[in-house]
């Protein structure tokens, strides 16, 4: 019983919404309707459990001691820090509990939220991402070798688009005659980036649709029951 | 010997310096290259200008501070060329990060637009959970989605979302995308279903997945696709910014990576003849 009702119910909302989808009309659409506003408020609850989740599954690991378990205590505290102040004192034009805090926002210029925010947030999340482009360079050094025909295609490609996509590529080829314009760096990058890259993509998105199509088939038939968890 | 291949690769921390001084140098000295301007583009700056004065517009931040370098140039841009054009901008983000993004900009341009006014030509409705979701609900019933902006005021309150129920009398909508949920779903609901004009930013990485939906069916019209293309909707509507200073940077980092592709090309080559001849005797 505690597998068949989920199952049930999966199987109802699941048929229920694709009929929404081919009779609009009532009761279909508005029942469809009504279960979207559920999953927002759902999805909402989400983020709760997320947090909950990330709290427990770093306790877990301080209390084990797992390698590096003391980066998790600064997950943890950082974590704690950026929901209570924003409990206290609320965030740009939202009050706290303790209101705005004007004395901090006097001494700092921010309220203590959005001074995090915009001085330490923002900036550990570009850092991050701004890392990738070190890597990537190294990576392509060791990696990008023209051994095969296919990785020979590859690498010329790349380097084309590469140097399409940025100015230096329409410098260095911004000279020709308009009888050869079609020589022209960004052209030529214009070019992979539509056909040959378009049409590659198009053949992934409609396998991926598929199997989109077969796996929600099997949720909804009861057959795919992973989610309900256990074997 | 001749040594492995592995033995003659360069140090990666010269690599790294190089990458640093490559990005850093042409930040500060600008050279200036030219900027020339690709189709999806124009086609993005060509819908924005066809747009009739007045008209309400979506802008959705689906992107956060890790993707800013790429998409906040954009965003900037074409909320300037709404403003400049005189529609009316109703942002909403499907990635909590996102409304400050949205904010960020908006208190940018009060000093360059003084007459638009939060509230009739701008509106913030913040950050809503649910991804696919919730754009297929604010199709349905945008108020019940949205029923207060981001600072907890009632949308009845605001002159903007007056005879705003569903995605109906919506000009078009602009994503600003750095993943899911963003742009696709945009495209799959707004566009697919409800047929509303859509177009949108991504960053370079992804835009090779998004391209496809530039296509005869105007699921998407145009593409501003990296910093690229930010740099060129700065050059279409005359207004330099952040994007169009960090295109030098991007061509010389883009170039020392092709060196180092050479470079790593002609060690391999070499090292394999000088074993393969080593092999041989």
């Known amino acids: ?231 | 010997m001749a040594g492995t291949r592995k033995d003659k690769q360069l140090d990666r921390r010269w690599i790294f310096l190089l990458i640093f001084m490559g990005v850093a140098i042409p930040l500060i000295f600008t050279i200036g290259f030219p900027i020339e301007t690709t189709e999806n583009v124009r086609l993005v700056n060509e819908m924005i200008d066809k747009t009739t004065k007045g008209s309400k517009v979506i802008m959705s931040f689906d992107y956060d501070p890790a993707s800013k370098p790429e998409l906040h140039p954009m965003g900037m841009a074409i909320m300037n060329h709404c403003f400049e054009k005189g529609l009316r901008v109703i942002v909403v983000a499907l990635w909590p990060m996102g409304v400050q993004m949205a904010e960020e900009i908006f208190s940018d341009l009060t000093e360059k637009y003084p007459q638009v006014i939060y509230g009739e030509d701008y509106i913030n409705l913040g950050y809503k959970a649910g991804g696919i979701v919730t754009i297929q609900a604010m199709g349905s019933n945008f108020r019940e989605v949205f029923p207060k902006d981001m600072n907890g005021n009632e949308i009845d309150d605001f002159p903007i979302l007056r005879g705003v129920e569903d995605f109906s009398n919506i000009g078009f909508i602009f994503s600003l995308s750095a993943g899911d949920p963003g742009i696709k779903q945009w495209v799959q609901v707004a566009h697919d279903k409800y047929g509303v004009p859509l177009s949108g930013g991504v960053t370079g990485v992804s835009a090779p997945a998004i391209l496809p939906y530039v296509n005869e069916q105007k699921q998407l019209n145009g593409l501003l696709a990296g910093l690229k293309a930010a740099a060129e909707y700065e050059f279409l509507i005359e207004t330099p910014g952040t994007a169009t200073s960090g295109m030098d940077a991007q061509s010389i980092a883009h170039l020392i990576i092709i060196v180092f592709i050479a470079i790593g090309n002609i060690t391999y080559w070499t090292t394999r003849k000088k074993v393969k001849r080593e092999g041989e005797k």
């Open chain 1, 1 to 231: 019983m505690k597998r068949k009702i989920p199952l049930i119910i999966t199987f109802a909302v699941g048929t229920l919404l694709i009929l929404s989808e081919f009779i609009p009309h009532k009761p279909f659409g508005r029942l469809s309707g009504e279960l979207e506003n559920w999953f927002l408020i759902i999805s909402g609850f989400a983020i709760i459990l997320g947090q909950l989740s990330l709290f427990k599954v770093n306790i877990i690991k301080i209390k084990r001691k797992t390698p590096n378990w003391q980066y998790f205590i600064i997950t943890l505290v950082s974590f704690m820090i950026m929901v209570l102040i924003g409990i206290f004192w609320g965030t740009e034009k939202n009050p706290g509990i303790f209101g705005n805090g004007q004395i901090i926002v006097d001494t700092i210029g921010y309220k203590p939220f959005d001074y995090l925010f915009h001085n330490v947030y923002q900036h550990l999340q570009a850092t991050m991402f701004s890392l990738l482009a070190f890597f990537i360079a190294s990576a392509a050094y060791r990696a990008f070798i023209a051994r095969t025909v296919e990785s020979n295609l590859l690498l010329f490609a790349a380097i084309l688009v590469m140097l399409g996509n940025t100015s230096l590529g329409s410098s260095l080829t911004g000279w020709l005659p308009h009888s050869l314009s079609f020589l022209h760096l960004p052209r030529i990058s214009e070019f992979i980036m539509k056909y040959p890259n378009t049409a590659g993509q198009r053949a992934i998105m409609i396998g991926a649709g598929l199997g989109i199509i077969g796996s929600s088939l099997r949720i909804i038939l009861g057959i795919e029951r992973s989610y309900l968890g256990g074997k």
